[in-house]
């Protein structure tokens, strides 16, 4: 509810109230007199209030009723097909609203309920205005060519300017009968990348009429009245082209202007859009917008485009048997997608729109034919308003989808949850042959903020499938056992602190492993969403962020591992150990690699290193054998003895000597000897590097193992990392540049007994 002050409007001025999100039964009412009705929070609106405001005081109200009062006032309707055990009352599937909240199981409430998108009261002067406006932009060789489609009132022409990178350009545009419809082409254009393989470009578009700016059409999240569009321009394809793209069978393999992208990324929670950043930070290029949760706003799209992050975006249709041969409710739907699809549709980043979440897995593990969830919604009607949005994205009906089920990992779409939640062993994660995963992995998450732990709300925010007696901390501790040879639940009762930091680093490496697999030039599969980006409560989640948007160890594993430079191994059995490097980048890099075995943790036993020229969106291969130049069992798996070396470390270095990517195998497993910081030969060294930013050089005489900074008030470039044997890792610390002493800075690794402080240089 709100009072509004407004004097009397003069004569041909309008109001118009927009209601661009309100969850989810909803009335309107202006001064006391009912002027809408909302049964569905997808759903935006446009109210003309002149006739109801007053001149002086002016009350709006939003008035939220409860759902189970609309889903008993509702007429008997026909019985679902089929239930799902997601959400409590099936009947949702006749309401167009989120889940989120409404699944006991990780996402138990409270759901959202009232605005979530900004309520604005627009006055129209009867000047120059835009109602709508459609800006698709598009390649036709090295041209960039966009398309513009405006209905404004007030005007006889309007005039479309482009500025960016390719220079300033302008169309005039006629109205005819208040729509204006023209091209406007940029030779030689730009190009927009996902940040990982080149620049995001972008060129500013306004619309004028009479030489002044016109406020765009917006759903309040850019600020008021925005004048101005940002949009970039690529070329997007899958694997193939017409009739032979069929993602059922070969999956999503991404290319962008030509060239090929393993996505990488994770599925977004609804909140602080920092997040995003914090995505880019952790090497991931494509987020997914989930079909349980709620279409996005302009502002996190367009920071998308800025930023070079490539979009998934579900229709928001999960699990349920939603009625679409209902007339009044396929009305709806078509109004929904139509606003909605349109609304995207121009956005660079935009890559794949997906017509439902889970729906033919749904039917499928009930036992039901798959079929059965095919039906107009995803055979006609959401494709249809694809097409009609003129959005250049790849079509997927449904996540998963594929094969003879629609679960089978290695056809189609997959969520992969094989190593993760079903706990099978690490050599699945190859087995399976996944060509896309829309969804994997599924660990509970430890977080850093300890003050939870042990508590009861650090289990409510450990997610777990509804019915099972099992959660998702047990999957966590499985791997714990089976990674580390740790019994969980010995070791939570006997020394808890130790169980806390063994857990936090495991599940990033079991996550960096399962990357590396898909990532390699050998492998069949197109990119991975790690379910999920943030946690929606405190306590273990499956977020690689913590719920207030801080990065837990997981997400510091995935960092290195999805990082457009990257050397990683994988475990070849009897095929030795490989070792790979990727530059993602458009530039090219001159490199140093080396490969070095350690027995004990600190012996040199073997070391090769060979220099490289890696081309752009290269990537490499070699036996680490092959580099060394002879046979020495890399892989401890002929097993002709106690094994030679216990710890492999590839090394990136560029032309200066720069550390550039680091990877660490133990083939004998983790070292389990704690020892003090004198017997490691352990120092630390804090040096200054500029207003608010101090340098920390941590050595070692022998291996350290899952490297923690402690450090207040500070934030750290790098953490949960190894040091190699002999070596010395630089870490930044960029701290708040009111403090001007030097930070207190305590290190600690998993096989170091006490901790070590840095110290400023000598």
């Known amino acids: 509810m709100s009072d509004l002050p407004l004097p009397a409007l003069p004569e041909g001025q309008r109001a118009v109230l927009r209601l ?9 009412l202006v001064n006391g007199h009912e002027v809408l009705e909302s049964r569905s929070m997808f759903a935006r609106h446009g109210v003309d209030v002149t006739g109801q405001l007053l001149d002086g005081a002016n009350r709006i109200e939003i008035v939220c009723l409860p759902l189970r009062d609309l889903l008993a006032a509702m007429p008997r309707r026909p019985r679902a097909r089929w239930r799902t055990q997601l959400v409590e009352d099936n009947a949702l599937r006749w309401v167009r609203t989120s889940l989120l909240g409404r699944c006991p199981g990780f996402a138990p409430g409270p759901p959202v309920i009232g605005p979530y998108r900004p309520v604005v009261l627009e006055i129209r002067d009867g000047g120059p205005a835009l109602d709508s406006l459609s800006l698709l932009p598009r390649l036709e060789g090295t041209d960039g060519v966009l398309a513009i489609r405006a209905v404004a009132s007030g005007a006889d022409e309007l005039s479309v300017e482009l500025t960016g990178p390719s220079g300033p350009h302008s169309t005039r545009l006629a109205l005819t009968d208040g729509i204006a419809a023209g091209e406007l082409r940029i030779p030689g254009v730009q190009r927009w990348n996902p940040w990982t393989h080149g620049a995001p470009a972008l060129h500013d578009v306004r619309v004028l009429a009479g030489g002044v700016p016109l406020s765009l059409p917006s759903d309040g999240t850019l600020g ?3 004048t101005t569009r940002r949009l970039g321009f690529r070329e997007l394809r899958g694997a193939g082209e017409g009739e032979a793209l069929d993602v059922e069978v070969t999956g999503i393999e991404l290319h962008v202007n030509g060239v090929r992208v393993f996505c990488r990324g994770a599925v977004w929670t609804p909140g602080d859009l920092d ?8 090497g991931m290029n494509m987020v997914r917008v989930p079909g349980l949760a709620m279409y996005e706003s302009d502002a996190f799209h367009q920071r998308c485009d800025e930023l070079g992050l490539l979009v998934w975006q579900d229709l928001m249709f999960a699990n349920l048997d939603v009625p679409a041969d209902d007339p009044d409710f396929r009305a709806g739907v078509e109004q929904e997608l139509s606003d909605q699809l349109g609304r995207i549709a121009g956005h660079a980043s935009l890559a794949v729109v997906c017509g439902s979440s889970e729906l033919e897995q749904q039917v499928a593990m009930l036992g039901l034919d798959s079929a059965l969830a095919r039906g107009s919604l995803l055979g006609t009607l959401a494709p249809a308003a694809l097409r009609a949005s003129g959005a250049d994205a790849i079509w997927v009906r449904s996540a998963p989808c594929g094969g003879d089920l629609p679960f089978r990992p290695g056809v189609g779409i997959a969520n992969y949850f094989g190593v993760g939640a079903y706990r099978r062993p690490l050599p699945d994660a190859r087995l399976a042959g996944v060509r896309f995963a829309a969804e994997c992995l599924a660990i509970a998450n430890v977080p850093d903020a300890d003050g939870i732990a042990y508590t009861p709300q650090w289990k409510a925010g450990v997610p777990r499938d509804v019915g099972a007696a ?7 501790d499985h791997y714990l056992a089976e990674l580390y040879g740790a019994e969980a639940a010995a070791l939570r009762m006997t020394d808890p602190d130790r169980w806390l930091a063994l857990s936090r680093e495991v599940s990033g490496e079991l996550m960096a492993e399962v990357f590396g697999e898909w990532r390699r030039a050998d492998s069949p599969c197109g990119g991975g969403l790690i379910l999920w980006l943030r946690d929606l409560l405190p306590g273990a989640g499956w977020g690689v962020l913590d719920s207030a948007g801080r990065v837990k160890v997981a997400g510091r594993h995935l960092a290195r591992a999805l990082a457009p430079i990257a ?16 530059n993602d980048t458009a530039l090219p890099c001159a490199a140093t690699l080396s490969v070095s075995l350690y027995a004990d943790g600190q012996v040199p036993v073997g070391t090769a290193s060979r220099e490289l020229l890696l081309a752009p969106h290269d990537q490499r291969r070699f036996g680490a054998e092959e580099l060394l130049g002879r046979f020495v069992d890399v892989s401890y798996s002929y ?18 000597g720069a550390l550039l990517s680091q990877a660490f195998r133990y083939p004998a497993g983790k070292p389990a000897a704690l020892k003090s910081p004198d017997e490691a030969g352990v120092a630390a060294v804090l040096a200054p590097a500029g207003p608010g930013r101090w340098q920390v050089g941590i050595s070692s005489r022998t291996l350290l193992w899952g490297v923690r900074l402690r450090v207040a008030d500070c ?5 949960a990392f190894s040091v190699e044997p002999g070596g010395t890792r630089q870490v930044e610390l960029r701290c708040d540049q009111a403090i001007l002493d030097p930070p207190q800075v305590a290190i600690t690794a998993l096989n170091l007994r006490g901790q070590v402080l840095a110290g400023s240089p000598s």
């Not at 990683?568 to 490097?581: C, I, K, S």
């Open 639 to 656: 097993r002709f003895g106690p094994p030679a070396h216990d710890v492999i470390v590839a090394s990136l270095r560029d032309a200066s």
């Open 20 to 28: 661009n999100g309100v969850a989810t039964w909803s009335r309107l």
């Open 224 to 226: 008021a009245a925005p």
């Open 470 to 476: 099992w959660d998702f901390d047990d999957v966590r």
């Open 275 to 282: 997040a995003l950043d914090r995505a880019v930070e952790l």
């Open 715 to 719: 934030a750290v470039s790098d953490d």
């Open 567 to 582: 050397v990683w191994t994988t475990d070849e059995g009897l095929g030795g150990v490989d070792v790979h490097l990727a």
